[in-house]
């Protein structure tokens, strides 16, 4: 049963380092608001904006966003839904990629693309300057200093406060913390997806922020069979575990749920307030690469 009395802020807060930005480590993710496969208009566009009230309500501050996802989709829905925004809330979007007219996914970061992804999202969102933005790269075999220059070229001119940095490995943020300081890394990873777990460890010493994308499983949910268990016994949904599981592994991640539902959402939330004992978590930490993961 999902205990509505929980909200957000029992996850505990989390500060972006070298910034006077404070979050709750749950937070929410608009993929989702978006049409099927992230494209297009929401099935319900007024459940969609209540989604985002209501998120609020329980404690969220910090709401993950691109221009890409619809496109142009989520930030028109969160402008519509939250503007003005309340100053405590802080909206983090990314740049470097955009679809093409079948839904594709089309990856660029040539500099002036990120420059008009930038100001694609401050005119979208009716902001003045973006607080946090996340470069999407591709790989690891990518350059990131190019884009990074960039990015930092935006940063100095104010165009936005702080960069984080998106599907990278460990030589990536290196390379990128060389040119500009890196407040948050934004890659794949849950309970059977753990390619990260050396990368969480360095970044938490570091006081960076790591925030898992398909913290969920993403276009594929997580199904297995132990999780589903362990939730039977705990009275939680698998979801609510496996995102409780998250926030206990490591005081540096953010997780960032997305839902079209507020019955979702409710639930998702629950995880806040979730302690895993040591059992629980030592069956879930054998779940590593196990399962279906995400697409």
Same mark, same amino acid.
């Given at each position: 049963?999902?205990?509505?009395?929980?909200?957000?802020?029992?996850?505990?807060?989390?500060?972006?380092? %070298?910034?006077?930005?404070?979050?709750?480590?749950?937070?929410?993710?608009?993929?989702?608001?978006?049409?099927?496969?992230?494209?297009?208009?929401?099935?319900?566009?007024?459940?969609?904006?209540?989604?985002?009230?209501?998120?609020?309500?329980?404690? $969220?501050?910090?709401?993950?966003?691109?221009?890409?996802?619809?496109?142009?989709?989520?930030?028109?829905?969160?402008?519509?839904?939250?503007?003005?925004?309340?100053?405590?809330?802080?909206?983090?979007?990314? +740049? %470097?990629?955009?679809?093409?007219?079948?839904?594709?996914?089309?990856?660029?970061?040539?500099?002036?693309?990120?420059?008009?992804?930038?100001?694609?999202?401050?005119?979208?969102?009716?902001?003045?300057?973006?607080? +946090?933005?996340?470069?999407?790269?591709?790989?690891?075999?990518?350059?990131?200093?190019?884009?990074?220059?960039?990015?930092?070229?935006?940063?100095?001119?104010?165009?936005?406060?702080?960069?984080? +940095?998106?599907?990278?490995?460990?030589?990536?943020?290196?390379?990128?913390?060389?040119?500009?300081? $890196?407040?948050?890394?934004?890659?794949?990873?849950?309970?059977?997806?753990?390619?990260?777990?050396?990368?969480?460890?360095?970044?938490?010493?570091?006081?960076?922020?790591?925030?898992?994308?398909?913290?969920?499983?993403?276009?594929?949910?997580?199904?297995?069979?132990?999780?589903?268990?362990?939730?039977?016994?705990?009275?939680?949904?698998?979801?609510?575990?496996?995102?409780?599981?998250?926030?206990?592994?490591?005081?540096?991640?953010?997780? +960032?749920?997305?839902?079209?539902?507020?019955?979702?959402?409710?639930?998702?939330?629950?995880?806040?307030?979730?302690?895993? %004992?040591?059992?629980?978590?030592?069956?879930?930490?054998?779940?590593?690469?196990?399962?279906?993961?995400?697409?």
């Amino acid at each position: 049963m999902t205990d509505t009395t929980i909200t957000a802020a029992a996850a505990g807060r989390f500060t972006f380092p %070298g910034t006077s930005i404070s979050v709750n480590r749950m937070g929410y993710g608009a993929m989702q608001l978006a049409g099927p496969h992230v494209f297009g208009e929401p099935k319900d566009p007024d459940e969609a904006r209540a989604v985002l009230t209501e998120a609020l309500a329980l404690g $969220i501050d910090h709401i993950d966003t691109s221009d890409y996802y619809g496109p142009h989709v989520t930030n028109r829905l969160i402008r519509e839904a939250l503007f003005p925004y309340p100053e405590a809330l802080t909206l983090v979007t990314k +740049i %470097g990629a955009w679809r093409d007219e079948k839904g594709d996914w089309i990856l660029e970061r040539s500099p002036d693309f990120l420059r008009r992804s930038v100001k694609e999202n401050l005119e979208r969102l009716g902001l003045q300057r973006l607080a +946090i933005v996340n470069l999407r790269m591709g790989g690891p075999e990518d350059d990131i200093a190019t884009p990074m220059r960039a990015m930092r070229r935006m940063q100095d001119e104010g165009l936005l406060a702080h960069i984080g +940095i998106s599907t990278v490995d460990a030589n990536q943020v290196r390379i990128a913390r060389d040119i500009a300081p $890196i407040v948050c890394v934004q890659n794949q990873y849950n309970l059977v997806h753990r390619t990260d777990d050396a990368l969480i460890d360095a970044l938490a010493a570091e006081g960076i922020a790591y925030v898992p994308y398909f913290p969920l499983g993403g276009f594929t949910p997580l199904q297995v069979e132990e999780l589903s268990r362990i939730a039977t016994e705990l009275g939680q949904t698998p979801q609510a575990v496996a995102l409780a599981w998250l926030l206990q592994r490591s005081p540096n991640v953010l997780v +960032i749920p997305g839902t079209s539902k507020r019955t979702h959402l409710r639930a998702n939330i629950a995880a806040a307030g979730l302690r895993l %004992g040591q059992d629980h978590l030592r069956r879930l930490d054998g779940l590593a690469h196990m399962g279906k993961g995400p697409a």
